[in-house]
C-alpha cells in the first residue's frame, strides 16, 4: 500500500518512515513526490489542522494520506505555544527564534517550567478517518543543549530523562516521541483497516 505523508520536514519524514518499516505500507512524503504545497495551518486544535494537511493533500493525489500537527504545550504559558509552535515568534521564524521567544517568557516564573510535546495524527483515504494523538511530557529548560533533533528539542528534557531529546539518538528520541506514539497508534487502526 502507498501512503502519502504530508509533511516535507526532513525530520518528522524519517521519524514516521521508520514506523512503517517492514509493514508493505510504503510512504513518501510530500518532498518525495516533489510537492512543495504548503497547507494553511487555519485550525485552533492540532486535530483541525491535521485533518486540514490529509485532505489538502488527498484532494489533489485521491491517494490514502496520513497528516499529523504537533507542538509543544507549556504550563505556565497557558498552553501556548500550542497550534502557533511552528511560527511562535512570526512568520519565516528560525527553530532557534522559537526557543529563544520561549525561554523569554518562562525566565522569571519559578521552574519547574512543566510543558508536554502533543502529536495529532490524522489518516484519510477520502471515506475513512482514523485519528490519534501522542503526548510526551516533560520541562523546558532555559539553556539550548544538543545538536540533533530540531524545533524546540534543544530546550525540552522528558520526563525520567536528564538529557534534552537534542542530546538522544534518534533511535532514544524514536522510543518516546509524542509523534511515535500517534502515528504507532495510527499503524495499528490502519492495519485494523486495510486487513478487515
Not at 108 to 130: M, R, T, W
Request: aromatic share 10%; with cysteine.
Amino acid at each position: 500500500m502507498k501512503l502519502i505523508f504530508a509533511s516535507q520536514n526532513k525530520g518528522k519524514t524519517k521519524e514516521v518512515k521508520a514506523l512503517f518499516e517492514g509493514t508493505g505500507i510504503e510512504v513518501f512524503s510530500l518532498a518525495d513526490l516533489g510537492n512543495s504545497i504548503d497547507v494553511p495551518e487555519t485550525g485552533v486544535t492540532f486535530e483541525e489542522n491535521a485533518f486540514l494537511k490529509a485532505k489538502a493533500i488527498y484532494d489533489i493525489y485521491k491517494e490514502p494520506v496520513i497528516a499529523d500537527d504537533s507542538g509543544l504545550t507549556i504550563e505556565q504559558l497557558d498552553g501556548r505555544p500550542g497550534v502557533y509552535s511552528a511560527r511562535y515568534s512570526g512568520e519565516n521564524c528560525t527553530y532557534e527564534d522559537n526557543n529563544k521567544k520561549v525561554i523569554s517568557e518562562l525566565e522569571n516564573l519559578p521552574e519547574p517550567h512543566l510543558a508536554k510535546f502533543i502529536s495529532h495524527a490524522v489518516f484519510f483515504d477520502g471515506k475513512q478517518k482514523i485519528d490519534c494523538m501522542g503526548e510526551l511530557p516533560g520541562r523546558i529548560i532555559l539553556e539550548s543543549r544538543g545538536t540533533a533533533g530540531f524545533g524546540y528539542d534543544p530546550i525540552f528534557i522528558p520526563d525520567g530523562f536528564e538529557k534534552t531529546i537534542a542530546e538522544l539518538t534518534f533511535d532514544e528520541k524514536n522510543k518516546i516521541s509524542h509523534r511515535k506514539i500517534s502515528f504507532s497508534q495510527i499503524k495499528e487502526e490502519l492495519l485494523k483497516y486495510i486487513n478487515s
